[in-house]
């Protein structure tokens, strides 16, 4: 800790206390009921031994992978993420296109209306970002499967379409995707430890 000595109060980046109190606001801001809804789909889908299916790129494929072994493992509930099978998501995006990455991954794993997929999104999904979420959104409603999510903007595709989604409140432009992203870790720790207490 020598290297603190000697900071001044003015030597810190007023970044670094805006950065804090917009996080501060997304604790303060964020939607109860929705996190209540999200917890309930997942109780659902863990009722009806469906499994779970993490959807996220970038950050949030990261985020994915770390929530696949938290449901499992803390939760009790079977889960996956396709971005976890690097040789497969290469391949179906060289193969077909970036936008078929997940569809027909989730088609391979049967997914069925026991099932959930849950999108962790800095947008959410539209046409021209993330369109692989768009086209898995689409598949989960056409075969009866749920849609949950994470999301941070005004939540896109799957906040338009989703069954129980938490959307991030953004705060500033500079910093919408590592709140986003943040805060995904947050809402799912609490829902897979809500789902803990429960068993």
């Given at each position: ?13 007023p ?9 501060q ?38 985020n994915?992978?770390?929530a ?8 009790d509930?079977?889960a996956?993420?396709?971005t976890?099978n ?27 209306a026991?099932d959930a997929?849950f999108?962790?999104s800095v ?6 970002t993330?369109?692989?979420l ?22 896109g ?6 069954d129980a ?7 500033s432009?500079?910093?919408i ?7 995904q ?15």
């Open positions: 800790m020598d290297w603190v000595i000697g900071m001044s109060e003015t030597s810190v980046s970044y670094i206390g805006r950065y804090l109190r917009e996080a606001t997304v604790i303060e801001t964020i939607d109860r009921e929705q996190v209540q809804r999200l917890i309930e789909a997942c109780r659902d889908v863990r009722a009806r031994e469906g499994r779970l299916f993490f959807l996220g790129v970038g950050g949030s494929a990261a994915a992978s770390h696949v072994n938290d449901f499992r493992k803390i939760a509930m079977e996956y993420a396709p976890d690097v040789s497969e998501l290469t391949a179906r995006a060289n193969d077909d296109s970036w936008a078929e990455t997940f569809a027909p991954w989730l088609k391979t794993s049967r997914l069925s026991n997929i999108v962790l947008g959410g999904g539209s046409p021209t993330s369109a692989n768009v086209a898995a959104v689409d598949l989960a409603q056409s075969v009866g499967a749920k849609v949950l999510g994470i999301v941070g903007r005004d939540g595709h799957t906040y338009r379409h989703g989604v938490v959307r991030i409140p953004p705060q432009d500079d910093t995707t590592p709140l986003a992203e943040a805060f870790g947050v809402v799912w720790h609490l829902v897979a430890t809500a789902l803990a207490r429960e068993s």
